[in-house]
């Protein structure tokens, strides 16, 4: 015996005539007439092999039959109501998976935590897949698809297919360990210069021979006849900051990393802080994002905008 699949138009004038208990009503409320509802009703009955309903003078009325239908066609609808209102909400980009990247200097600002719990309080139907790295491998990822976007400091590479976009700057400090020589018979906090630099140990997050913040660092140190030593080369500036908390280096980092080891460092603003100051880059594919990616993409724009200078 083949059995047909239940049509939903068919469930749903069932469930108007058990609700009204009455064809001619039933017909009214859908907007048809009663002979095509009476016809659609016995054509359920004899797919499910079932009398659905009873007839009186004053009406129908449901069989033991059609109560249980009622029940589980209740469901049912309820549940393909659900699911056409979560579609709905996936096509307008308030549902769906958003995969961010982020670098330890990105995270360590307080814009990202506080654009991602707004993230969640605007659209709870969004889920957020977190992952931190350095640069180079949010950037590609983000070209491999296996991210959509990513918060990086400044690229160390820009591939066509990418765009990178700064949300907004903020300035750069020196961080050096409390007993440093620079910071001796000084009862506050130093104002410092790149000239200060001169024959340092410095410990540098960068891929070896990629641009980025320090290659700029380096950059100003030579146009000044400033060298430094490259004391190491990290792969995430938090690594920097534990490197000089052990005492092996100075470095360089945004300023909302200030706080970092407060018992073992020392930052000191940079004279030259204007020329080397830190943008927080979004990293994100040329081609036109899914509908939750997008949502996400214009939330952290308008959140930069609005909310990054009260930081």
């Known amino acids: 015996m083949t059995t047909l699949p239940l049509d939903l138009r068919q469930l749903r004038y069932f469930q108007a005539v058990a609700e009204e208990g009455h064809m001619t009503r039933a017909a009214a409320r859908l907007g048809l007439q009663q002979p095509p509802l009476s016809q659609q009703i016995k054509a359920l009955e004899l797919q499910l092999g079932l009398q659905l309903f009873e007839r009186h003078p004053k009406g129908v009325r449901l069989t033991e039959a059609g109560r249980q239908l009622q029940l589980e066609s209740n469901k049912l609808l309820q549940d393909m109501a659900d699911l056409q209102q979560r579609m709905a909400r996936l096509a307008q980009g308030e549902r769906g998976c958003v995969a961010l ?25 969004i889920s957020l897949a977190l992952s931190e790295a350095n640069a180079a491998d949010i950037t590609a990822a983000v070209l491999a698809h296996r991210l959509d976007c990513g918060l990086i400091r400044v690229p160390v590479s820009e591939p066509p297919e990418l765009l990178f976009e700064t949300l907004f700057r903020e300035p750069v400090v020196l961080a050096l360990p409390v007993d440093h020589r620079l910071l001796r018979g000084r009862s506050a ?20 021979g990629a641009p980025g913040l320090y290659a700029n660092l380096l950059a100003q140190c030579e146009a000044l006849g400033v060298k430094p030593r490259i004391a190491a080369e990290v792969d995430r500036m938090m690594s920097n900051l534990n490197l000089v908390a052990a005492g092996a280096g100075i470095t360089v980092v945004p300023a909302s990393m200030q706080g970092t080891h407060p018992e073992a460092i020392v930052y000191c603003p940079l004279k030259e802080a204007k020329l080397l100051d830190a943008p927080m880059t979004l990293v994100r594919r040329r081609a036109a994002p899914a509908a939750a990616v997008a949502t996400f993409l214009a939330l952290l724009a308008e959140f930069a905008k609005t909310q990054a200078g009260a930081g």
């Open 189 to 208: 906090t130093p104002r410092l210069s790149l000239a200060d630099l001169h024959d340092e140990a410095l410990i540098l997050a960068r891929r070896p």
């Open 101 to 125: 990247g982020f670098t330890s200097s990105a995270a360590a600002h307080w814009f990202t935590p506080a654009a991602l719990r707004e993230c969640r309080r605007r659209y709870p139907d």
